[in-house]
């Protein structure tokens, strides 16, 4: 998959899940809590890593290099079910670092702020060269290294992973 279909597919996913969310009463979108997410949380979890994989992409130059075999879209989502399979067996979801409140109890400004942080990693992500993706490497708090490439991937499957969540 090239960086243009990546970010295509990046966009899509991010628009299904503002529409869905929109489509929300408040009452439904605010419900849930850190231990059982609703809407707003499941959209707050996404914007907290949305920006954190911007600024990975914006540290292009001091990214270390990443030499593995690359993974594909599949392989990258089995590597993503299977890390939480076991990160649910050890607890970790239970004490998750990457919970995230709602910033706002506006769902408009959630949303917004939501579109803002998807936008921003498509742009910080644009232009990279086929070779930098798969040569640039990052960390997941689970799956550890991937390529910046399967960090793209990753995201494209954790957007819908949360827009069933929703």
């Known amino acids: 998959m090239t960086e243009a279909d990546i970010l295509k597919q ?3 996913g991010q628009h299904d899940i503002a529409t869905c969310c ?4 408040d009452d ?5 809590s850190d231990e059982s997410w609703g809407p707003a949380h499941h959209l707050a979890h996404l914007t907290f ?9 914006l540290a292009k130059d001091r990214l270390p290099d990443y030499s593995a075999e690359p993974k594909t879209y599949d392989d990258v989502k089995a590597n993503y079910l299977s890390a939480l399979q076991r990160a649910s067996s050890a607890g970790f979801l239970t004490n998750n670092p990457f919970a995230a409140k709602p910033e706002s109890n506006n769902k408009e400004a959630v949303i917004a702020s939501f579109l803002e942080a ?3 990693l498509r742009e910080v992500a644009t232009g990279w060269s086929e070779t ?5 490497g990052m960390q997941h708090p689970l799956m550890g290294a991937l390529s910046a490439r399967e960090i793209l ?3 494209i499957y954790h957007d819908q992973h949360h827009l069933l969540g929703v």
């Open 10 to 12: 990046l966009e899509s």
């Open 22 to 25: 929109s489509s929300l009463s």
């Open 28 to 32: 439904v979108f605010f419900s849930g």
């Open 49 to 57: 890593t949305h920006k954190r994989v911007a600024r990975g992409f």
């Open 118 to 120: 998807t936008r921003n």
């Open 132 to 136: 930098d993706l798969n040569i640039k």
């Open 153 to 155: 991937l990753f995201m």
